[in-house]
């Protein structure tokens, strides 16, 4: 849980005590009382750069995406902050679109394409994308969705991971559409396909990106 649930802060609220002292606040509230369903995460103080990369690098390689950040003495506000935030790999993958997954029954996709079936060149890499459509796109696809087929897109991931069902195929942990036209004019699928690519990557080019992958650092809003 959060300190700003734990709180219940209403949207314009503002504390003036600063982190630490607000952990111990917190912690005080539960000293000498058990409930299963409340767990306080772990804090580890940084005080330099390296050890900051470490610890990221310890995280990544057994598994996880990244963590979350704050300052010391930082002061919890609702909204927008540059004292929380997140930092994680940022992984981009060109692939290619071999097909759709639609929508389960009475959910708000239904009847529509709810996600993108994106592969590797060499089939070795099988990923299925649906964060970052629209509602446009659920439509669009629906309607259009051959054209796009054997098309290249580019996915964004935070690694690769093997497929549970079948340990010769990888995968892409939490992949997503997340390209920016800068014109404003189209959504983050079509911004996201690689006119300029006429072939994927091969698995081998899509281990080597992972390898290359960059840090995205997240400055923090009021969902953080």
Known sequence: MSLSE????????????????????LESLFTGLTFPNITF????????????RELFTDIINKG?????????????HSGDTTDWGKL?????????????????ARSKTEGLVSSVVCKSRDGKLLVSVGSGLTAW??????????????MVIEVIGTNLIKNKQDPNIYSVFLPRF????VTGGYTNFEASIR??????LTLKE???????????LIFGDKNV
């Open 178 to 181: 997340s390209s920016e036209d």
């Open 206 to 216: 899509c281990q080597i990106a992972e390898k290359d992958c960059r840090l995205d």
């Open 6 to 25: 734990a709180y219940q802060y209403k949207k314009d609220s503002k504390d003036s005590k600063i982190l630490l002292d607000r952990v111990k606040e």
């Open 195 to 200: 006119y300029d690519k006429i072939e994927a």
């Open 137 to 150: 796109d659920y439509k669009n696809l629906t309607d259009n969705g051959d054209l796009y087929i054997g």
């Open 64 to 76: 996880g995406e990244g963590f979350i950040w704050k300052k010391q003495n930082s002061v919890y």
């Open 88 to 104: 994680k790999n940022i992984m981009v993958l060109d692939l290619e679109i071999v097909g759709y997954e639609y929508g389960k």
């Open 41 to 52: 995460s772990k804090m580890i103080y940084v005080k330099d750069p390296k050890t900051l």
